[in-house]
Nanobody, 122 residues
């Protein structure tokens, strides 16, 4: 059974940093990603990292501020979030894809964690 468990969310001030963690179990994935969803908004792609090949992809709104990383042996994925802004406030979800993703749309990811809240105050 596949499980993705996020941790690390919280309340921070604008300009602060925060690191989210995702512990994966159950199987090997093609890639893993982070998405976020703010109240009243659609789920937004944040970042993706390949599992066999260390390749990364970022959403435009976080490029240059967020860094995704992973450890194959511990099956952990992290999202280092720097220079946080109030507009980064959302529930952040860890997701895993069974096959290669192409558009980084949420429907390409099969497995999802329960989400962790990140709140950035101004």
């Amino acid at each position: 059974q596949v499980q993705l468990v996020e941790s690390g969310g919280g309340l921070v001030q604008a300009g602060d940093s925060l690191r989210l963690s995702c512990a994966a179990s159950g199987r090997t994935f093609s890639s893993m990603g982070w998405f976020r969803q703010a109240p009243g908004k659609e789920r937004e792609f944040v970042a993706d990292i390949g599992w066999k090949v260390y390749s990364t992809k970022y959403g435009d709104s976080v490029k240059g501020r967020f860094i995704i990383s992973r450890n194959q042996f511990t099956r952990m994925v992290w999202l280092q979030m720097n220079s946080l802004k109030p507009e980064d406030t959302a529930v952040y979800y860890c997701a895993a894809a069974s096959s290669q993703v192409s558009s980084y749309a949420s429907y390409e990811y099969t497995y999802w964690g329960q989400g962790t809240q990140v709140t950035v105050s101004s």
